[in-house]
DNA sequence: CGTGATTTTGATTGGGGTCAAACGAGGTGG
DNA sequence: CCACCTCGTTTGACCCCAATCAAAATCACG
């Protein structure tokens, strides 16, 4: 009902290096992104807070009052998410590590959708005019800020082009690979992801149930495009896993699928 | 091939008072909503060049460079999108009057999507930078530009919430009511709607195909709900549409379907 | 070690895709 | 004015994919 309780606001030290925007793991994907120390330091000197957020904890619910804030991932993950009448979730987007938040409400009195963390995380709270303000003043902040913005334009783009696949097969290979683009981390020279979603938050996110993504992942598993370890994914042949999603199915059987 | 060719660059008399922003029918959804007659005339003075369109011509294709040019749609409809590798499009947008064109492309080289007129259209051509540059001046504008860049993200959210949907009837309940909610002309005291698009584009906006799409049509006129007239389509039943947008389907059945 | 959430698996069904043909309207040229 | 062509729409038959419902299995956590 109320906003995010203010027991959840844990005012981290934010005087240390570590702890500001200047050794943030996330700088290279967030606002100081390519910026000297010195802007860089700048910017951090905008945070006006830093919150912790444990898996399941709601940032704002639908249709509450925004309140002039921007939010910044510093770790974790998040899910933006609307609810229908029937009661069940449409998910809008999933920011990561990196993201802004709040972007989408600047001329709005209320929050058309709902945030809430799906993994512990770190978010970064910035006064949306004041932030403004400062870009005003640092036209590389500037840039950045309409970079991002646009960015996120791009991003959602790829959501409508992901959803509107006719097969579960390729919307799940597409997630895969965004996946793996962000996160990139190997294992035994495999690129390999973990799931930041339940099963069930995939399948609202595409559009699919929980029990399609299993039978779908299973089925790439027996494909041998991937493995599969509860949540944690080994890509074992990317460039397959790739073909997917372009909709080339496993056998191939499509000597001239032209369709339009 | 190669960008808009510069026949269909028809410098339009930018002269009188109807030509220019302050007698344009998209004002009050366009940049200069709500501004004053001095304000507008500011921002019609910042329009390079107004250009017509005719149905099917395309304003640029994916992988063209980027030339830092913003387009505002003062009248006609167009389609955003990308081609898949396989060759069917995948329709990220539907700009319609006083949208602008080209705002997710700030950071990037070459267009992710074209974009081509879906019926004749008049467009006015801005400078990217000059703009901003305008918007540093003019808070009014500032803000603004930034409402619409938030308006934007918004719709694209409503988008991906409609392509969730998981039956194709609510997916173009959904949609007529978005057009009807934009085009508000009234027939005999019923709604209705010009629909701007084939029905075959329809389908790749909504992640359906062209003989889905009639089929639903007809599906839905002879619920009682609407009126199928090729292009041309009265809503009689409004609320009855909203209904089945959210889910609820003609028969009444569920009395308690909580899914979640 | 129990409890609830998450994931897996199975059997069944229906909605929408696919393919193909027929139809209709608008435009062009003879 | 009509023949012709093309594009968009309608319609039908068939089939497959993913939803649904339900139960079992596994994991996470106190």
Redesign the pocket.
């Known amino acids: 009902m109320s906003a995010r309780s203010p027991r959840n606001v844990i005012p981290l030290r934010m005087d240390t290096r570590a702890m500001s925007c200047l050794g943030c793991e996330a700088r290279a994907a967030c606002l100081p992104a390519g910026m000297d120390d010195e802007t860089c330091a700048r910017i951090d000197s905008l945070v006006l807070q830093r919150y912790r957020l444990l ?2 904890e709601g940032l704002y619910q639908m249709n509450e009052a925004v309140r002039g804030r921007v939010y910044a991932v510093r770790s974790g993950h998040f899910k933006c998410y609307r609810l229908t009448p029937d009661g069940d979730q449409r998910i809008t987007g999933l920011p990561g590590r990196g993201t802004l938040l709040g972007l989408d409400v600047l001329g709005c009195e209320r929050h058309a959708s709902a945030a809430s963390a799906t993994a512990d995380s770190v978010l970064c709270e910035l006064s949306h005019p004041r932030l403004l303000e400062a870009a005003r003043r640092f036209p590389a902040l500037e840039r950045r800020l309409e970079q991002m913005l646009s960015q996120e334009l791009a991003r959602q783009h790829g959501l409508a082009v992901m959803l509107s696949y ?6 799940i290979a597409c997630y895969l690979l965004q996946l793996a683009w962000s996160s990139r981390h190997l294992e035994a020279g495999r690129v390999c992801v973990d ?1 930041p ?7 609202d996110y595409l ?12 089925r790439l598993q027996r494909e041998g495009v991937l493995r ?1 370890e ?2 944690h994914i080994v890509l074992t042949d990317q460039p397959g896993l790739q073909r997917m999603a372009d909709g080339e199915s496993g056998a191939p059987e499509a000597a001239h ?1 032209a ?1 339009r």
Chains 1, 2 share one sequence.
């Open positions: 898996r399941g006719p097969r579960a097969e390729q919307k799931l979603l339940t099963r069930q938050d995939i399948g559009g699919l149930t929980d029990a399609t993504i299993t039978r779908q992942l299973l599969v509860r949540r699928t369709q």
